[in-house]
């Protein structure tokens, strides 16, 4: 476990160092400005539009996050021959990729919770509310999504260049949230091979829709019951360890081979 | 040698630099004299805006969404029921719960959160006039500022300026606030402006009525009888059937004072028009577009069942 934490924690400052998190908290917070001055016919007192647009941004830096910080860690670690004295420790390829994604994770979780203060501060200057349980609702299973995601980016970079397994994540990872949730609509006027194969997907694909609580945030619908809560949270960890073991299985047998270029 | 061709090397790069910098300078400039004269081109064109000329057509389909979005925030994020091939596995499930999918309204206090979206709307295509009529209608009904929505109709106006809806909103407005002067110019203006290019079909027609009904009551209020007569009249050829309507010209050309008054007349017709553009026609199982207040979608149900008037 220490070894674990150790890798995660190293992927931290290597994040801090960067200047990625910054510079999203920067756009996030002149976006909302730019929104929150936005002259209304001199009305006052909205805030839904700009939790709304907050929450949307949110998400989408979230999961571009996700993907970047995820899909480049293992081909970076070969590229720059670092992998070599990692693994010459005393430490195992699943904890190499546990520890990973452990760190992608919990960093862009904790860059996403920066939206959401960031977000509720904002709202909050405008003298309005969140209601709290139904927003910490939503952070975590916000976070729970961005745990599948990290943990499918992973898989893919531990055969893949950063390029390629960003390329598929973010194909793959935005198929499930715009197409997956449509599929049952498509379906009412498709017969045959196309239809078998929008199963399929709808099947394959993980549904980020059962993560977002955006609505229930921004429009005052209260928090969500507590057994589907958990229901999606179990549904978050199962794909996150499915993906974490493939991820391994991929990984645990890989060759590197001095000179070779990853990236 | 060394020296002479590091020489060169020097000025070369000082050289190139300074004219890449020079190119770079001639490409702003031409750049934003075109973007001055786009703009003064604009300034006489309907959108006057640069935005919009940077959109193009685009900028229809963005007004159109951003109405759709302030639909979307009437019914507090619930979309509109489509048909699906299946119902209720365990995702479909899990969605429900994480997103409610209740059919139900903004409260009253909350109707302003649609204000920013439909603002957007009418800044991206200012020539949809049923925006700024939906807009209108929430800004003097739930938001309490009939000021706010006569400024609107105003810039509506000018973008749209013979457009009789416009005017015929304008007067109802007016009419709520018993601004009967404000009100019978601007009834004139609709009347005047009329069809404004709109087929001559039932849904016009109702508009035409409602104006020359609006206009013939001030007419009462004022005592000028022959008038309100002359309108009420014309209601009759665009409806025969409107017995009440008759029955009222009988009794202004005979000299009785009609058993309902013509304020009151003008308040059931405003409060009935009013429970029809808030009646929400989303119905369970069927795609209906448009925000409550948008009475054009309804059809058939326009110009039916109107209160008495005498």
């Known amino acids: ?263 | 040698m060394a020296g002479s061709v590091t020489g060169r090397t020097v000025i070369g790069s000082g050289t190139t630099a300074f004219l890449g910098v020079l190119s770079l300078w001639c490409c702003v400039f031409i750049l934003s004299c075109g973007l001055s004269s786009s703009h003064a081109s604009l300034s006489g064109t309907k959108t006057g805006s640069v935005a919009a000329a940077f959109l193009g057509e685009t900028r229809m389909a963005l007004s159109g969404n951003l109405y759709m979005t302030a639909d979307l925030y009437f019914h507090r994020g619930v979309g509109h029921t489509v048909n699906l091939a299946f119902r209720n596995d365990f995702f479909q499930r899990l969605k429900g719960s994480a997103s409610p999918s209740l059919h139900t309204h903004l409260a009253r206090y909350d109707v302003s959160e649609m204000m920013p979206w439909l603002r957007l709307a009418t800044r991206l295509n200012p020539q949809d006039v049923e925006t700024y009529l939906v807009t209108a209608f929430w800004l003097a009904k739930e938001s309490g500022r009939p000021d706010l929505a006569i400024e609107l109709l105003t810039e509506a106006q000018v973008e749209n300026p013979f457009d009789y809806r416009i005017q015929l909103e304008k007067g109802r407005i007016h009419l709520k606030q018993k601004n009967y002067h404000a009100a019978a110019d601007a009834l004139d203006a609709a009347i005047a402006f009329w069809p404004s290019g709109f087929p001559d079909n039932r849904d016009t027609r109702f508009d035409r009525a409602s104006a020359l009904l609006y206009r013939a009551m001030i007419d009462e209020l004022s005592g000028e009888t022959d008038s309100a007569v002359a309108r009420l009249s014309e209601i009759v050829q665009l409806f025969p059937e409107r017995q009440e309507i008759r029955l009222r010209i009988d009794a202004l050309r005979s000299g009785r004072q009609p058993s309902h008054l013509a304020a009151g007349v003008i308040t059931d017709s405003l409060a009935f028009e009013d429970s029809e553009r808030t009646t929400c026609h989303r119905e369970d199982g069927h795609e209906q577009e448009g925000t409550a207040g948008h009475r054009h979608e309804t059809g058939e149900q326009a110009g039916d069942g109107e209160p008495h008037s005498d």
Do not use: C
């Not at chain 1, 910054?22 to 001055?37: E, M, Q, R």
């Open chain 1, 1 to 263: 476990m220490i070894r674990i934490l150790s890798l995660a924690w190293v992927l931290w400052l290597a994040m801090l160092r960067k200047k990625d998190l910054y510079v999203l908290l920067i756009l996030l917070g002149a976006l909302l400005v730019t929104l929150v001055s936005i002259n209304v016919f001199g009305l006052s007192g909205m805030t839904r539009y700009v939790a709304d647009t907050g929450f949307l941004i949110a998400w989408v830096f979230g999961w571009i996050l996700s993907v970047l910080v995820s899909a480049r860690e293992l081909p970076l670690e070969q590229a720059r021959g670092t992998i070599y004295p990692l693994l010459a420790k005393p430490v195992t390829r699943a904890e190499v990729i546990v520890g990973k994604w452990l760190g992608a994770w919990t960093v862009v979780s904790a860059a996403t919770l920066a939206f959401y203060a960031l977000i509720v501060a904002v709202v909050l200057s405008r003298h309005a509310r969140l209601d709290p349980v139904a927003l910490a609702q939503a952070y975590l299973l916000h976070a729970a999504s961005l745990a599948v995601i990290v943990s499918l980016a992973m898989l893919f970079s531990t055969r893949l260049n950063s390029d390629a397994a960003s390329t598929l994540s973010f194909v793959i990872t935005g198929a499930s949230f715009l197409v997956v949730p449509r599929i049952p609509e498509f379906l009412v006027s498709l017969e045959g091979f196309p239809a078998y194969a929008l199963m399929l997907t709808y099947h394959l694909l993980p549904h980020f829709d059962v993560f977002d609580l955006r609505q229930r945030v921004v429009h005052d619908f209260g928090p969500m019951d507590w057994a589907p809560f958990w229901q999606v949270i179990l549904y978050g960890s199962v794909l996150t360890t499915f993906f974490l073991l493939l991820a391994w299985m991929a990984f645990r047998n890989k060759r590197f081979v001095r000179g070779e270029l990853s990236q």
